[in-house]
């Protein structure tokens, strides 16, 4: 399989690829995870590493990571946020300039998405985002792959989002945008995506014909969606707003009622973790309709194919 060179040296927002080089990068997932269910084994990062840093708690990112660098016969390190200390033992500058000595790629999870993009301004190997505050690409990709596998392309296929216009929904629309999908978000005021993605989306959108909406009204939203998607009240940093957020939100969630507004066999996604009872009913997530775990496995085969685009140059 020959791999895709993206033009960008790193992968910080889904903005850095462009609608073709997503596509490219679907296609190749595909084959990576036919190949891998195969038992083939791949080489594609033969004794590269890459180095991990997590400032907030993980399942699913460390573990997709780690084993996707394995797979690939490379190897990953996790570095906590509490041993590296970004900014306070020594500035972002310093370790991007040393880890980029030592590894061949580096993953940032991280607050501030400025922690991002001074990593990748002076580590001179790729840096991927591994979710901050305002964005979560590799989810993104990772969630329309899951669309695109399941239909065969992604023509003609609408997208709901309900609950907060957060770093999930920022980057969803994005690649929703670029890959031609049509999207309708759900969100209380105040609580939209923020304007930056939604002026950059609606341009991308103008090129692939994919329909954007945003709204407060969720039933309007959902209606024809053939995917309805939600992600937490609550975003990692924002525990002190709980209370306040639980009431702003309580409108917002995906229950079997708000699914009977979708299009008939409407699947269900959420990025996990989910809070049961909170943006999505147990009865909901746990049925045959949710395709979540589709989604978190697929972090793993994207992850790799976005790896070997930017670790391979
Ligand atoms: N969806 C996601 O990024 O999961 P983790 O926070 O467990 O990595
Ligand atoms: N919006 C959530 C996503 C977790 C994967 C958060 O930032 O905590």
């Not at 084959?31 to 791949?42: S, T, V």
């Not at 708000?258 to 997530?285: F, K, N, Q, T």
Request: charged content about 25%.
């Amino acid at each position: 399989m020959r791999i895709l060179k993206v033009k960008s040296k790193d992968f910080l927002s889904v903005e850095d690829f462009s609608g073709r080089e997503i596509n490219h990068i679907f296609a190749f997932t595909s084959a990576l995870k036919a190949e891998i269910k195969k038992g083939k084994k791949h080489n594609y990062l033969h004794r590269k590493s890459l180095a991990m840093i997590f400032e907030k708690d993980s399942t699913r990112t460390r573990v997709s990571f780690e084993t996707g660098m394995t797979q690939l016969g490379g190897h990953a390190l996790f570095i906590s946020g509490e041993e590296i200390k970004l900014g306070k033992r020594e500035t972002v500058h310093d370790i991007a300039k040393v880890l980029s000595r030592y590894v061949d790629g580096i993953m940032i999870r991280t607050f501030s998405h400025a922690n991002v993009a001074e990593m990748a301004a002076y580590a001179t190997v790729p840096v991927i985002n591994g979710l901050s505050d305002s964005f979560h690409p590799c989810q993104a990709l990772a969630d329309i792959f899951t669309i695109y596998e399941r239909e065969k392309g992604l023509r003609g296929v609408k997208l709901s989002y309900v609950g907060d216009g957060n770093n999930v929904a920022n980057s969803l629309l994005h690649c929703a945008a670029l890959t031609g999908v049509d999207i309708s978000i759900a969100c209380p005021n105040g609580y939209r995506p923020d304007e930056g993605v939604v002026e950059f989306s609606r341009n991308a959108a103008m090129k692939t014909g994919s329909r954007i909406e945003i709204t407060d009204r969720i039933e309007e939203a959902v209606k024809g969606s053939n995917y309805i998607y939600t992600d937490v009240w609550i975003s990692m940093g924002q525990e002190r707003e709980s209370a306040k957020r639980k009431k702003i939100f309580a409108k917002y969630k995906i229950s079997k009622r708000l699914l009977s507004a979708c299009a008939p066999g409407c699947r269900v996604m959420h990025c996990l973790p989910a809070h049961r009872g909170e943006e999505i009913d147990a009865d909901v997530l746990d049925s045959e309709r949710s395709i979540v775990f589709d989604q978190a496995e697929n972090r793993l085969h994207v992850q790799k194919a976005i790896m070997c685009a930017l670790m391979t140059k």
